[in-house]
């Protein structure tokens, strides 16, 4: 099937297990969010279905096993943007999105026209137009977030896995980039998977959720069905309130303990 | 047409290489011998025409046998040394990387003083065996730090701190070996602190093969540094093995470095100065700062050797002085007017 199927995963570093018995299936075009508290494991997946951590298990995107994949060929398929991105500081904001170029490129090959006209269209979407020849460290962090989702686009890839995405956003910022994520995965059928802390952000835009604990998934359906007020108070050790709002939204507060 | 990403344009090119002939040509003009720049000059059109030369046997000589060989060399010896310094600072992302961070510099150093101690006579044999000592030792203490960081896990924090052991290691033993034969510290010292003053055409064939073979690699692999400096879980999920690029990366380096030592000594500064100014004047992308880099340590050392053997002629002061005296300032006037662009 077209989409995104996991079978019992598990992956983590040097002999130890971050995340197991992970299972789900994605439809092409839809979008996950992975929730948990800190530690869960949510990095560590997203980096097992990118193929930067040993995994075991059963990973399939789009009906192909993706450790059988040659290293450019799942380049072209997966896009990944971790969580705190290196920024190359002097690196010009076209260089830098250039890079996701990368796995359509032979290794000593050069960029060629098609490649920059894909980049030129990557900054038009993203509205880094006017930034394109500027240095990342000039950016502000939201402008360097987009700078990086950028050269995530820039691959063409099918499935984007986004490491909380939204991380030193203030909450404009995060919804614009939410908003921009939405509007290509509309735009273009990509399969999203993002790690999020937000999770009312998370309730919004993902279609489903899945709810990692200590390495193993806990809740996985509709925010409707994962964002329950007894299920987040026990994984996240932490005393909320789940609302829903006007718009059929779920809300999650955080309440002071009562003394 | 796109003209916001960083590439090396024709007329950036064409301008490196003419400072380079530029410096090819005045460096061979001028020397600590008077023969008149003009005479030389004639001499060279008199060559390349088959004209009448000005110059006596012996003159020509001068220009033919011990300057222009002088003069290549330290391009060679420069291009090798900025060149390695730009990858060094691709490999291990760090701005204060230089081509003798792993280990070159204190293997040569340790085999260059073996050789000295135990054979003070060596540097009046035809072939010398200091220039191959220095040359096995650099390799040599690359080749162990990269052992030794491999056994320790590999990463670029482990390999950078191995070179650190190792570099004390080696250079303990330099000590040690200095010690116990204090009549040859001089010529230890002076061969430390570098200079091309034994040059000659053999010491230019001698090393040509392994720079160019290392300059062709490295600047094939401009565009992965680019992809490296991401961190190597982007660089992988962008299809590039980082192991493997930063491997045949400091392979190169460490091969034109290890040359250079071989038939200059250490010459230090060149390897982080150059490809900072070229990054500041030109760009930060290795698709500039590679090719760049090799024009601009070339002409760098070729003004320093001008300098190093014309300022106190006949004698001459070590290059590494010049190398030092001339590029910190210099350094630190293109930081001032590139302020914006340094943090």
Not at chain 2, 65 to 89: I, K
Request: net charge positive.
């Amino acid at each position: 099937m077209s989409g995104l199927v996991l079978r019992a995963v598990a992956a983590g570093y040097s002999g130890r297990t971050a995340v197991s018995s992970v299972s789900f299936d994605m439809p092409a075009g839809s979008w996950l969010a992975v929730i948990g508290p800190n530690g869960a494991g949510k990095s560590t997946l997203l980096k097992a279905i990118a193929g930067l951590v040993p995994s075991t298990g059963e990973i399939r995107l789009d009906g192909v096993a993706t450790a059988a994949l040659p290293a450019r060929a799942r380049a072209r398929a997966i896009g990944y943007a971790p969580q705190t991105p290196l920024i190359p500081d002097g690196l010009t904001v076209t260089d830098y999105v250039l890079l996701g170029r990368t796995p359509h490129l032979g290794a000593l090959a050069r960029e060629g026209a098609r490649d920059l006209a894909i980049v030129a269209q990557v900054l038009a979407r993203l509205d880094l137009d006017a930034l394109a020849g500027r240095a990342l460290r000039t950016l502000s962090g939201g402008e360097r977030q987009r700078a990086v989702l950028a050269r995530v686009l820039a691959q063409q890839a099918g499935l984007l896995l986004l490491d909380e995405p939204t991380t030193g956003l203030d909450i404009g910022h995060a919804q614009a980039l939410l908003e921009l994520v939405d509007r290509l995965r509309a735009e273009d059928g990509a399969t999203v998977v993002t790690t999020l802390h937000d999770l009312t952000l998370a309730a919004q835009y993902a279609d489903r959720l899945l709810l990692l604990d200590n390495g193993a998934p806990v809740a996985v359906g509709t925010p409707e069905q994962v964002l329950r007020q007894e299920i987040v108070a026990r994984h996240y050790a932490a005393e909320v309130e789940v609302l829903t709002t006007a718009r059929g939204h779920r809300v999650v507060v955080p309440t002071r303990p009562a003394s | 047409m796109d003209t916001r990403r960083t590439r090396l344009t024709p007329l950036v090119l064409a301008a490196g290489v003419l400072a380079l002939l530029a410096a090819v040509t005045v460096s061979t003009l001028l020397g600590a011998a008077e023969l008149g720049w003009t005479r030389v000059a004639r001499e060279i059109v008199a060559q390349v025409t088959g004209g009448v030369s000005p110059l006596s046997e012996r003159e020509a000589a001068i220009v033919w046998q011990v300057r222009l060989p002088r003069v290549l060399l330290a391009g060679l010896v420069g291009a090798a040394l900025a060149v390695s310094g730009a990858a060094f600072q691709g490999v291990f992302r760090n701005p204060l990387a230089d081509p003798y961070l792993l280990g070159a510099a204190a293997g040569a150093g340790m085999a260059a003083t073996i050789v000295v101690v135990a054979a003070p006579a060596a540097a009046d044999w035809v072939i010398g065996p200091l220039p191959l000592a220095a040359f096995a030792g650099a390799l040599g203490g690359v080749g162990l730090t990269w052992l030794l960081g491999r056994s320790a896990g590999g990463g670029t924090a482990v390999l950078l701190l191995s070179g650190v052991a190792v570099a004390a290691f080696l250079t303990a033993i330099q000590t040690f070996a200095q010690q116990l034969n204090t009549d040859t510290i001089k010529q230890v010292y002076t061969w430390m602190l570098g200079g091309l003053n034994t040059s000659g055409w053999h010491e230019v064939l001698l090393t040509l093969p392994y720079i160019a073979v290392a300059a062709v690699v490295l600047c094939l692999s401009a565009r992965l540094l680019d992809v490296l400096a991401v961190g190597d879980d982007e660089a992988a999920s962008l299809g590039v093995r980082p192991g493997r690029v930063r491997l045949y990366v400091l392979l190169a380096a460490s091969l034109a470095t290890a040359a250079a030592v071989a038939v200059s000594g250490l010459i230090g500064f060149v390897g982080i100065v150059v490809p900072h100014v070229v990054r500041l004047l030109a760009g930060a992308s290795y698709r500039v700062v590679v090719p760049l880099s090799l024009l601009g340590g070339a002409v760098f050392l070729i003004v320093a050797d001008q300098l190093a053997r014309t300022v106190v002629a006949p004698a001459e002061l070590p290059i590494g002085v010049i190398t030092a005296f001339t590029g910190a300032p210099f350094f630190v006037l293109v930081l001032r007017t590139n302020r914006d662009r340094v943090r």
